[in-house]
């Protein structure tokens, strides 16, 4: 298994430029998230999903779209980037059995935005 | 809702000493505890976890945690540390159903010779 996949690893943008984070998993996990890491704020919440065709927002919606179209894949888009959503950006998934189980990351997306 | 606290931000400890990331945490039920692990340029990985039984859980690189109800804290340990423990550790906690992961803010550490 190849886990938990995130491209592209690094990315620079400009203001108001769109783009999206591929995330795909094949372990059959119901469960995908996607948070940001930012310097002396840890792990945020941006979206998440428990399965195909549904989504729900998470701590820091704003500026970011999600859809779920598969079990496998979880995109995250930047409609207009802005030079606040310079970020690394972790994908993670789970199965949906409950909150014991084990949540395995992606190795992160680096994004600057000029 | 859920919410953690790590007081430490940064820890350094000489290699070879024991070490403790303090972890609290806020919920009204029983929580569902993680610590994960993250090494420069990587992604998380899981250390250990709790969910039930016994208090004292030991985790992966020699690491344990200890649930504390009575102190809301979840506290990892290690008794002797080596040069590559240095990474930033992060506490987590869950709640029943689908509610997602609450992070702590990380601690990082650094070990000297």
């Known amino acids: 298994n190849a886990g938990v996949t995130q491209t592209p690893k690094f990315q620079v943008l400009k203001t108001g430029q769109s783009m999206t984070l591929q995330c795909a998993q094949d372990m059959n996990h119901e469960y995908m998230s996607w948070y940001r890491q930012d310097p002396g704020m840890g792990l945020r919440l941006i979206h998440y999903s428990v399965g195909a065709g549904i989504t729900d927002q998470g701590e820091v919606p704003n500026g970011y779209n999600v859809s779920r179209s598969t079990t496998e894949d979880f995109p995250l888009r930047l409609l207009s980037a802005a030079p606040s959503q310079t970020s690394v950006y972790f994908c993670?998934?789970?199965?949906?059995?409950?909150?014991?189980?084990?949540?395995?990351f992606g190795p992160g997306t680096r994004l600057l935005v000029l | 809702a859920q919410s953690v606290t790590q007081p430490d931000i940064h820890i350094t400890v000489s290699e070879g000493a024991s070490l403790e990331l303090r972890c609290n945490y806020s919920y009204g039920a029983t929580p569902y505890l993680f610590w994960y692990v993250q090494s420069p340029g990587q992604g998380l990985q899981l250390l250990l976890k709790y969910f039930s039984g016994d208090t004292l859980v030991q985790g992966i690189k020699g690491f344990e945690a200890e649930f504390k109800r009575s102190q809301s804290s979840f506290n990892l340990r290690k008794p002797s540390v080596h040069w590559s423990d240095a990474a930033e550790y992060f506490c987590?906690?869950?709640?029943?159903?689908?509610?997602?992961?609450?992070f702590g803010k990380g601690t990082r550490l650094s070990v000297i010779a």
């Open positions: 987590a906690v869950g709640a029943s159903g689908n509610t997602p992961l609450v």
């Open positions: 993670a998934s789970r199965r949906k059995t409950g909150p014991q189980e084990t949540q395995y």
